[in-house]
């Protein structure tokens, strides 16, 4: 079996799905070895990926389009539909966009975050809410601002789908996600815009080992949608703590799990490609004016 | 000779000994005269019965074993010892600057000030002349002219220097009129005249007669100056080699008026037989 | 006089290049060999000076630029004040008594030792993410290296001076400002220089982690889309806010504070 | 003798308290400070030390903590090796020539001043991320740092005792070892100390940023999780080595060297 | 005299003079016999024309207007000139420690060691007293045996300690030890017996023209002692107050063996007339 090496966060979902995947033997099924290669930081798995320490990582086809427009060649397997959400706390008097006039707002992820961009453009449009101006906007790391938002400081926060399932757990409600930000810009359905990302020539050197590890994944996605149990084994990669937030957990996992065609994806990638150039421009997606038409891997059209 | 009164008050005459000049403790003194001025001088009680170092490498050495005398109010005692005996340390000791001994120092008037003539000039290499002698005067004289006093030292045109730009003698002669400016109740002076030409030193001397007999001033000089000693103590402090044990006393209750060349030179001979080695 | 073999010693020629021309040279030979490891790289993660300089452009013009380093320097600058007065006080007690350093060692140490991020997630969650929590946690990392800077200076100070001002019955303030300060200027001066350097970079990281202004803040944000050249300009133009305090400010003030040194 | 009033100096008593004593005293004195902090903040944001020794144990027992402090150990080992030779020797080099100073100062300031993350993220792109990588980043970052202080060691060399080495013809070693390194040693020890820590806090920084080992990478990954035990678990392994490199090498080292000073 | 025979080669006597003595350049000097060692003895040729010093504060100092002299090949040269003239100046130029001025300076042998005692004792304070020695050897001689040096200047039992924990008349001994021992061509010496109780200076100077006389050594002492000059050098050279110039030049051509106390008391007098105020 061909070895791929993927890097990947060490309490991040990926991992939840490598794990199972090797425990169960699915990548030796499709005639791969998977090697886990822990990092600490999202920033460290893109440097891994470009230093050529790993094969494959997670990240989203903004990243590749925008490399591949500045000579890159790297390609995108779409992985998980799941996206950052606004949570508010159970009891909050926020219900709406307007609500959120003059409130405390925490947004992970900064200023050129694509769902932070959708949202406030989707606010603006539906409920002439400019949020940048109109409530008071704190960046921050997502470990902050989860403590800021349980602590109360915030009055709401915009943060990465797993610290929004672990607040839900904790009492705390969604006011709007990013799926339904990019549902409101055109997209037909739930958009995977987070995937497996690797080198188009790695690929096509080990077309084997390439389709084969998407094959594995896919299967091991099905187990983790089907299996109870098998949650309650992931529990230490999972860190939930109790078990309601380990099932709020589950639940949001298996709601990103992507279904939909390659072809279908690409078409409403290339759409929010283009609402997302008109919102933030260059500095966003870089010199490509439009989703680099390489950016979904080959591999997925042909062989599905 | 020149006058710097702003610093140090008129003196009736520089040489002419109107200062207290023997010591009441001593066999051969007699009752000096009191000084007129309000303050009483102090007067110094010295016994450092024994002195050690623990140098570095661990070796114990013992610097001064036995040494007491007393210094009368107003008097001007000289220390004079081998290299290396412990003349330093003991003025150190007196000084406050080293309180690991046996022993005891007393002053009459532990308040008044005391001024030291290192052995080394010891100016602060970053402020200029004048500052270094500025800093060293007690706050409400801070504002004095210390245009004479430098003039006397020949220093006039370097008070802007810093000490680097000095030669070594300059600088000693910056570390002596630190020492004179505060007009100090006690004077320590570590060798203050080496380096100096003869008639700097002799110079100098003159100024340091002058101010320690202008006020009630208790001075004691380490030398290694015979003619020195003579020329300027009321009594004179013998030192053995180290550890520094008390070798004798010499009092010379002569005035200063009345001590000319011939009988400098008939005194020293005279010492010089009685302690053999230090001329 | 007759000329003969021997040693001969003449006067050395007058330094004829002036300090502005050779840091002019300086500056020049640096962008030179930039330009030319830019042009042999050809990566987007090694730009040539001039994209640099259009990132630049292109986010001062809007103002952007300027801004953020505002903020940044005013946070750099609250903080040196802060770090530079508690640790040279603290250095200071430290070097000068043997026993206050035995107990305090091992606490400096740990404050020495703390990440950073830690001290900032704390600060943040205690104080609220503002500016004075984001000065403070920028000063309470920085102490700690001024602390052990400043009590070498003070272990190393000269004893034969502190007895002299003891005898002439110096006042603390004259003690301090004649025998002490100057005699720390080098350690001061070292403490500054990285000082700043250290700040600067500690306020990248809080900036990154919970501000939402700031040089790190952008360079945060152009990081996540790998945008070397926008975080090369952002962190010039510090340098060269830096590189004009060394000039204006640091080296005039050290030329006074060692003319006493004398050239050579 | 008659005992007259006056001002009376005796013997000082000698100290009673061992080093080692006020070392104990000074730990057990923060310890107990902290589990009073902890207890009145009840909070999982300040641990009591109970919980961060439960969270010790859970990750010393598996091995994991160990063996991410031996990787962060070695790479602040080898980077300190590395940053201090390099950075003494440019320091000694720019103290000691004017000119040379005047044309690399703005250089050094420049590499002061880049950011940590620039380095690093280069450096990983560059030379891929592995050991070497990380060790040279490090080192990169630490390196201005050595020389601004030793330069300022340099530029305060005694010339007294340089005009005698001149004279008496030493080897440029010898210059070195007897008439050179004894006057920087204070600025070593204070580039040391100060060293250690900001290399420390740099391999966390580079750990986090693509290396999948060492503290950095353990305490990142708490960090998500909000873990603060755990975090300060891994913070004060790495304090209590660094504590005994201060105890057993760096004291020892500055006693001898500093030998000559006396006790006071 | 002790022997410190491994450091310094015997000599037949300690101040008989067998070295030469006299400057074949001076009008009153008679040609010295050749040493019978190898190598040629250094002889130097001063001449300052003029040296500026600029203060930190911006002013000019001339240190030094006009001086110039030779010393012949193993003579001993004094000298003499008022405090703060220029003479550590003058030493410092002819060392090479500064060459910022106009005029010349040329030595026959300029590979030839130089030993300096400096004003200060300048020794490592880092270093024992033994290795500051020692350090001065050259590489190979770094294994001699310093004992008997260290014997004859009273430092046998303090080898090991650091200058800290010296005296300055102890300090002192050890730079003149660290001159000595490296048996130097050209030895300059800055007023090297200050702060030395007189037997121990008498030591020293029989020690000095020991080892002065043993071998070719062309020597130069400042001085302000005129005493000392007389004893010791065949040409004292006088220079006047600040800026330097050239006050006078005086030879000794007598033999030091016949220099006897009638003798120096006279020619002390006879100089001291010519040169009024250095006595
Ligand atoms: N810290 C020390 N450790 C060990 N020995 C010391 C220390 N300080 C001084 N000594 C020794 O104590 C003795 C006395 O020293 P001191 O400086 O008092 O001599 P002194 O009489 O002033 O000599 P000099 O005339 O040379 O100045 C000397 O032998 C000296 O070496
Ligand atoms: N760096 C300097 N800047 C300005 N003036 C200086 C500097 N160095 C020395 N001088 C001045 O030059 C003159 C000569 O100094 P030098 O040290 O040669 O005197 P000296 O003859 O050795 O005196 P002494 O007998 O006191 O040692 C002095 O007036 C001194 O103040
Ligand atoms: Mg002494
Ligand atoms: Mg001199």
Known sequence: AETVRVGVLKFGTVNWELDAMKRHGIDAKHGVDVEIIPFAGEDATGIALQGGSVDMIVTDWLWVSRQRAEGGSYV????????????????????????????TLGVAGGPLDKNWLLIQALALRDAQTDLSNDA??????????????????LDAVLIFWNY?????????RRLVSGEEAAKAFGASGPVATIGYVFDEAWAKEHADAASGFIAASKETKQLLKASDAEWDALEPLVNAGDAATLAVMRDRYREGIPARDVVEEEKDAAKLYQVLEGLAGEKLVGPGKTLDPGTYWSGLKNGS | MTDFSATVPPSSAATTGTGPNADPLSERGSAPPMPSSPAPPASLDVHIAE??????????????????????????????????????????????????FSGHIRRADPEGRIAAVFQEPRLLPWRDVETNVRLALPPERRADDLGPLFETLGLAD???????????????????????????ALLLLDEPFVSLDEETAARLRALLLDVWSARPTTAVMVTHNLREAVELADRIVFLTERPARLRGVYDLPTPRAERDAFWQERTVAEVGALYPGVI | MPRRAGCDVQRAPSRRISP??????????????????????????????AAVAAAFW???????????????????????????????????ALGLSRTANRFFNPWVI??????????????????????????????????????????????????????????????????????????LQPYVAAATRSGLSLIWKIALVVELFGLSSGVGFQIATYFSLSNVAAILAYTLAFVAVMLLVELLIVQPLEARATRWRGKS
């Open chain 2, 158 to 184: 370097m008070t802007r220097r810093f000490p680097g730009e000095l030669s070594l003698g300059l600088a000693r002669r910056v570390a002596l009129a630190r020492a004179v400016a505060i007009r100090p």
């Open chain 1, 76 to 103: 995108f397997a779409p992985y998980s539909t799941s996206v950052g959400a606004i949570m508010v706390p159970g009891d909050s008097p926020i219900q709406s966009f307007a609500d959120l006039s003059g409130k």
């Open chain 2, 51 to 100: 002195k050690r170092f623990v140098s570095a490498d661990g070796t114990d050495v013992l610097a001064i074993a036995d040494l007491a005398f007393t210094a009368a109010a107003g008097s001007f005692t000289a220390l004079i010892g081998p290299s290396g005996c412990g003349k330093t340390t003991a003025l150190r000791i007196i000084l406050g600057l080293d309180s690991d």
């Open chain 1, 136 to 153: 008071r906007i704190i960046y921050g790391a997502p470990p902050l601002l989860a403590e800021k938002a349980r602590s109360g400081e």
């Open chain 3, 58 to 92: 292109r986010d001062a013009r809007t103002g952007e630029l300027p801004f953020h380093l505002a903020m940044t320097l005013m946070r750099v600058a609250a903080s040196f004040v802060v770090a530079m007065t508690i640790g040279s006080a603290i250095g200071l």
């Open chain 3, 110 to 183: 740990l404050f020495l030792n703390l990440p950073a991020l830690v001290v900032i997630f704390l600060l943040f969650i205690w104080i609220g993410t503002n500016e004075t929590a984001a000065i403070l946690a920028i000063a309470i990392n920085k102490i700690p290296n001024v602390v052990v800077t400043i009590r070498e200076g003070a272990q190393a100070l000269d004893r034969q001076l502190a007895e002299m001002a003891k005898v002439y019955r110096f006042s603390r303030r004259d003690r301090l400002v004649h025998v002490i300060l100057p005699q």
């Open chain 1, 164 to 172: 929004a399932a672990r607040l839900e757990a904790e009492g705390f």
């Open chain 3, 20 to 49: 502005a021309a050779v840091t002019t040279a300086s500056m020049l030979a640096l962008l030179a060999l930039w330009w030319v490891a830019a042009g042999l790289a050809q990566s987007r993660l090694l730009p040539t000076p």
